[in-house]
């Protein structure tokens, strides 16, 4: 491998936090099991800036990047979404402030079907079967070169104020960038509603490192906000911390969602 791809491949998957599914409830990474209904969209707009600060071999490494995803969702019917994510992605990297690494583009695209199959008193399951397709260039870092699929179960439990979601996934790593293959991801998510219109949201998480040097697994810690302007949108905001030291440092949240 290229050292810049090498680079690249670090960038996506230490800065950039690229999760190969497209996630509900932005900042939360944690999906819900709640889905559309028949016949309605949901479009979501949100961006990221990450960064992060190591020493590698002697060297001071920073590495910075952004994110801007566009994720459309439409019911089929009405336990049933599918799924479109459009990534788009800046990555730098500098070594002792030289820089080695700049690189911008889209990134892979994901579709998937999330389909609830249980729902009774306020707790509800669901599965989440997609694909990703190598829409960005794995010779520049931007995409994983090959085609990948996944597969989460959601849980979700409402007892208002507060909503509680778990989720368990599998993901197939298909890559030209030597990285592992098969990963697993463990991640749990609570929302409260302080007031009208307005949650909290709280999220943690983990996942196998696809570094196959890499001596721990990223963990992540999510502290964020949501506001309903009306019932056709809402604004979020949010902070991600690195609990060790696989995980990006931090990253900033935003984003908007539209229902109609």
């Not at 080695?100 to 892979?108: F, M, N, P, T």
């Not at 997609?130 to 439990?157: C, M, Q, R, W």
């Not at 911390?241 to 935003?254: I, K």
């Amino acid at each position: 491998m290229c050292f810049k791809k090498l680079l690249g491949a670090l960038v996506l998957s230490a800065v950039l936090f690229m999760p190969s599914a497209a996630w509900a409830a932005h900042p939360l990474i944690t999906d819900d099991a709640g889905t559309q209904g028949e016949g309605k969209f949901q479009l979501e707009v949100n961006g990221q800036n990450d960064s992060d600060k190591e020493t590698v071999n002697g060297l001071s490494v920073k590495s910075t990047g952004e994110q801007v995803g566009a994720t459309l969702s439409y019911g089929v019917i009405e336990n049933a979404d599918l799924v479109l994510n459009l990534p788009y992605v800046w990555g730098k990297v500098t070594e002792n402030g030289k820089p080695v690494y700049d690189e911008k583009g889209l990134s892979d695209i994901t579709f998937e079907v999330k389909w609830r199959f249980f729902e009774k008193d306020g707790l509800s399951f669901g599965l989440k079967p997609g694909i990703s397709f190598p829409t960005g260039n794995d010779e520049k870092g931007l995409g994983a070169g090959k085609v990948g699929y996944h597969v989460f179960l959601i849980g979700t439990k409402e007892a208002a104020p507060w909503a509680f979601h778990a989720n368990l996934g599998y993901i197939r790593n298909e890559n030209k960038a030597d990285e592992v293959n098969n990963l697993w991801h463990a991640s749990l998510a609570t929302t409260v509603e302080v007031i009208k219109d307005l949650k909290i949201v709280v999220d943690i998480g983990t996942e196998r490192n696809a570094d196959k040097g890499a001596d721990n697994d990223p963990a992540f810690l999510i502290l964020g906000m949501i506001y309903s302007v009306s019932e056709k949108f809402d604004f979020d905001a949010g902070v991600r911390y690195g609990l060790d030291s696989s995980e990006t440092d931090l990253s900033m949240l935003a984003g908007t969602t539209y229902r109609f």
